[in-house]
């Protein structure tokens, strides 16, 4: 097994990235299942197996998932880079810890706010709190990285 | 060389994670072939650069592309995530394996089935397919981490 | 620390790779910018908070942000993939770094071309300069594990 994984830090940042993941896995099931309830399908094909190409056609609903889906992308997967070098870094645990942890309920909170609708701007404000743990494990592998390259 | 790329199982995700992101590049230039050959143009410079400003308009081809893209970004990115650490927690080689190979073929079906439109519920049926491998992977890691997180 | 880290090619990878998601998210707030300035919301509920579900609507320089993000999402993240392996097959520093720094200048340079609409081709031109060096690390990293696979 590689060393990496027996890293206290780097498998705690593994816990919540796998968990993460899970999570945009279940937005994007959530889509699928709006879209048959909903009987909005994105291609044509789709919609002749579920009554007809009436059924090709766009959900307030179903834009809003997606939507939550994209932004999981453009701040989740980042994620995964930045807290996986971070590790790297030689940090300590109860600070990496809070690092992960406050993104991991900030992203959960957003994915809530986003697919219910919770008033503005939870979502946004959410969104802003998980950006403050990736600004901080960006600057601090600058740091790192800085002293060897 | 770092330890990682000599292991076999390691170095078999890569095989996998390689040739895939070359599928994911080879979906972005048919687009832009589409987007040539279709003139439609997502930006008012391109169709004034390809004849004139009547071709920043949209394609149903091209936005077929275009979803088909998107979708390998969901799956294909958190794979590559999920089958690097995978690799670290110490599988055997021919289970992981057949892990890669099947997400591997699936996504190429998948792209297959939605470029050519086949009928539903292929395409559905090979995303299905691709996930089965990384959920299983996703649990793999969590006892995994659980052990030493 | 782990030895990823403190490998030279690796740490000049890292140096880039944070760089370019700093720069993503700087679109992200770029967009955001748009949007207030705009009053142009995808969300009614963010529409409501500021104004009134009139400015519940689309913009097309907010499209534009939008389009450049997903760009840098199909491109960055698979580059962050690939040079993070192609830094474990033990190319020389020299190579390495002018890999990473075409791929990064001419990102930059894909995003100024985005935002400021630069006239055709100087985006699609950036694009195709940065996709230099990941089929290059792509091709090195297949031949890397053809020995070990």
Same mark, same amino acid.
């Given at each position: 097994?590689?060393?990496?994984?027996?890293?206290?830090?780097?498998?705690?940042?593994?816990?919540?990235?796998?968990?993460?993941?899970?999570?945009?896995?279940?937005?994007?099931?959530?889509?699928?299942?709006?879209?048959?309830?909903?009987?909005?399908?994105?291609? &044509?094909?789709?919609?002749?197996?579920?009554?007809?190409?009436?059924?090709?056609?766009?959900?307030?609903?179903?834009?809003?998932?997606?939507?939550?889906?994209?932004?999981?992308?453009?701040?989740?997967? &980042?994620?995964?880079?930045?807290?996986?070098?971070?590790?790297?870094?030689? &940090?300590?645990?109860?600070?990496?810890?809070?690092?992960?942890?406050?993104?991991?309920?900030?992203?959960?909170?957003?994915?809530?706010?986003?697919?219910?609708?919770?008033?503005? &701007?939870?979502?946004?404000?959410?969104?802003?709190?998980?950006?403050?743990?990736?600004?901080?494990?960006?600057?601090?592998?600058?740091?790192?990285?800085?002293?060897?390259?």
């Amino acid at each position: 097994m590689a060393d990496l994984i027996r890293n206290e830090v780097f498998s705690c940042f593994v816990f919540y990235g796998v968990l993460l993941v899970i999570k945009m896995y279940i937005v994007a099931i959530i889509t699928g299942q709006v879209r048959l309830r909903k009987k909005a399908f994105a291609n &044509p094909e789709d919609a002749l197996r579920h009554g007809g190409l009436q059924y090709h056609r766009q959900d307030p609903y179903v834009e809003r998932c997606r939507r939550a889906h994209v932004n999981d992308m453009e701040n989740i997967l &980042p994620f995964l880079f930045l807290a996986a070098i971070y590790s790297m870094t030689g &940090p300590s645990l109860a600070v990496a810890r809070i690092h992960f942890l406050v993104f991991f309920m900030a992203r959960v909170l957003h994915t809530i706010a986003y697919l219910f609708a919770l008033r503005a &701007p939870t979502r946004s404000l959410a969104y802003t709190v998980a950006q403050i743990p990736c600004i901080s494990m960006a600057v601090q592998i600058l740091i790192a990285v800085a002293a060897y390259a």
